[in-house]
């Protein structure tokens, strides 16, 4: 696959492709462009079918850092319908990371924010370095987690979801194990080892009996029985907390580096 990618970098290595979220500057930030350029990486992934694994990384100090500053703005003067058609790409981009029928394994450090969460918990193993800082941010700017929640607590469950989701605080990489949102804890000295133990494992497995592994995985969970319905759902309720008087007063506050109205 040979493509002109400006927000990511796609390197096919033998059975092996890897990506990497290439705004380092930015804190590898998501904007429209990145959500299409990933979305067309994972079509382009599914229609090939002698790849073994995806490793999904981050350039720079951060794996994602969430929204782009400049998205969110956009995002600000958005109305119901604008609103809509972002979380539906989103969404849709979740969608296909967590459906790609070949294993996916995240590798994220420095930063996971708000959306970032949402790439990671998609994908079907994630190792994060020791240093490593998380957080579902989306409440103090007045909005929701809506379009990540069904990945995010298929991983982690309600329990987590409810103190991570509703307090937005920072956690490490150990809570984050610990959460079950992460699978293994790296150090720079063993990340290597660590990444090539799983590399070696999902390879010598038989690759049709992975595919089918993941079929039945997604098939077997009830959490996703309507996944139809959920997808509805959640992308409709970012769209409305974003357009409301909240979400406007949040995202406002985070611009204008003031306390939101409801912090008392």
């Not at 070949?102 to 193993?125: E, F, K, Q, T």
Request: include cysteine; glycine fraction near 6%; hydrophobic fraction near 45%.
């Amino acid at each position: 696959m040979e493509q002109n990618f400006k927000t990511i970098e796609f390197l096919k290595e033998g059975l092996i492709v890897n990506i990497r979220l290439n705004r380092p500057d930015k804190h590898n930030a998501i904007n429209p462009l990145m959500i299409a350029e990933l979305t067309m990486a994972f079509a382009e992934i599914a229609n090939q079918p002698e790849l073994r694994l995806v490793i999904l990384r981050g350039n720079g100090s951060s794996f994602c850092a969430g929204a782009d500053l400049n998205y969110m703005k956009e995002i600000a003067g958005f109305g119901q319908e604008e609103n809509l058609e972002d979380a539906r790409k989103l969404a849709t981009l979740f969608m296909q990371i967590s459906d790609c029928p070949i294993p996916v394994m995240a590798v994220v450090h420095g930063a996971v924010y708000g959306g970032a969460n949402g790439l990671s918990a998609a994908c079907d193993i994630v190792l994060a370095h020791e240093d490593t800082v998380f957080a579902f941010s989306e409440v103090k700017l007045g909005i929701t987690p809506a379009t990540i929640s069904p990945f995010v607590i298929a991983r982690c469950g309600q329990a987590a979801a409810r103190e991570l989701m509703l307090t937005g605080r920072k956690f490490n990489a150990s809570e984050g194990y610990r959460f079950m949102l992460v699978n293994q804890v790296y150090s720079d000295e063993s990340a290597e080892k660590i990444m090539e133990l799983y590399v070696k494992q999902l390879l010598s497995s038989a690759p049709n009996a992975l595919r089918q592994c993941k079929d039945l995985i997604k098939m077997v969970d009830t959490a996703r029985a309507d996944s139809a319905k959920i997808f509805d759902e959640t992308t409709a309720m970012i769209a409305r907390q974003r357009a409301s008087e909240e979400g406007q007063e949040g995202l406002a506050a985070f611009f204008e580096k003031r306390k939101p109205n409801w912090i008392l």
